[in-house]
């Protein structure tokens, strides 16, 4: 039996004065009470978390999730857990479909290993989506689903996807997207023009999930005069709709944080970093999928600075921006990069109570992190 104690217990959206108990990967109980144990740590002053859940991030320390070996897998992984992060969707980029393929597989192979247990599984961003809305995915390789492509992959590695971006404008009658909620492959909608009737034939169809909302998303349209909403205003209208947001302060300035968190409920809400396998690291330029990039302003921009091509941020970066920059308190900002990621996966994980996996982060009033416990092992 484990003990770690605190005044800073984040459990639901308070602060608890107690002690969070952890046997065999597990918590078993949350309590005021001092009872026997084995190894017993203090972190009074300090917040004890549940551990962070990056639902969308393309790499750190300098090893990517695209172009990848199984040891950019594993080394990314480890990089995003030093900040944190105990549980990780590496997220494969727009390529020819043959690059992002072998991407997947050696994630997979990653995960079969051992060596990777923060990875559930990869998460595919294209080549199923807007060209219009292809920000900084290589739009040369983006198509209409393809279900030669999709069905052998996922027949072969499906094991290892657990989630898949695609526009659902060009999904006619919602095929792909019911193939892959048959198939338990969460269908998020991104990098797309569509209006409200395309998301309406997405949601009946199982997809419930936003991609990074204001980034590659359409907004109200006209035709012929008459307004169609765009992904945006579905996302604030369907209470079912959870959505995503890069919070590092830059995707999203904070007085746009401040709207999504005024008009959509924080349970429906997760923070991402969309972080490029620079973050972590000083790296200031570099090539990401065919496309030249540059790091200033704390942000990765395309290199002609039309667009941004991804985040630098880590987990830990994304509480302390929403507490630093918007004053949004500790607790509810910490829900929204676990409670909610976990409850959007379908895992065991995101509460400290009894019965969850012993998924554990401690940090300072700064967001440093001081310890991490995974799987109720300190590491």
């Not at 507490?323 to 409850?343: F, G, N, S």
């Amino acid at each position: 039996m484990i003990q770690i104690k605190s005044n800073r217990i984040i459990v639901g959206e308070s602060l608890f004065d107690g002690y969070v108990y952890v046997e065999d990967g597990k918590i078993v109980n949350v309590t005021t009470e001092d009872l026997p144990c084995e190894e017993s740590y203090d972190y009074t002053g300090k917040y004890v978390s549940p551990g962070f859940i990056d639902l969308h991030t393309h790499g750190a320390g300098g090893y990517p999730f695209m172009d990848n070996t199984v040891e950019d897998v594993i080394k990314g992984c480890e990089a995003h857990l030093a900040h944190g992060t105990t549980c990780i969707l590496p997220t494969v980029s727009t390529g020819a479909f043959s690059k992002m393929r072998e991407a997947v597989i050696n994630i997979y192979k990653a995960m079969a290993s051992g060596k990777a247990p923060t990875s559930l599984g990869a998460h595919l961003e294209g080549p199923y989506l807007s060209a219009k809305q292809g920000g900084a995915q290589n739009t040369s390789n983006i198509t209409p689903p393809i279900p030669a492509d999709y069905e052998k992959l996922v027949e072969e590695y499906g094991s290892a996807i657990k989630r898949w971006t695609y526009a659902p404008e060009n999904d006619e009658n919602g095929t792909f997207c019911k193939y892959l909620t048959d198939h338990g492959i969460i269908a998020s909608v991104g990098h797309s023009d569509a209006i409200y009737a395309d998301l309406k034939v997405a949601m009946e169809n199982g997809c419930n999930l936003v991609t990074h909302l204001y980034s590659c998303t359409s907004t109200i349209t006209r035709d012929h005069g008459f307004r169609r909403l765009g992904i945006i205003e579905t996302a604030y209208l369907e209470d079912d709709m959870y959505v995503e947001i890069i919070a590092d302060g830059k995707h999203l300035p904070p007085e746009l944080l401040r709207l999504i968190l005024k008009c959509k409920s924080t349970d429906k809400i997760a923070l991402i970093t969309d972080s490029m396998e620079i973050a972590g690291t000083d790296i200031k330029s570099g090539n990401l999928s065919g496309l030249d990039y540059v790091v200033e302003d704390g942000v990765c921009k395309l290199s002609d600075r039309s667009a941004f091509a991804g985040s630098v941020a880590t987990a830990d970066c994304l509480i302390r921006t929403l507490v630093k920059e918007i004053d949004c308190p500790v607790p509810l900002a910490v829900k929204m990069l676990t409670k909610v990621p976990a409850e959007i996966l379908g895992v065991n994980k995101g509460v400290l109570e009894a019965g969850k996996d012993a998924d554990i982060v401690v940090f300072d009033d700064d967001v440093n992190i001081q310890s991490i416990f995974l799987a109720g092992k300190k590491i």
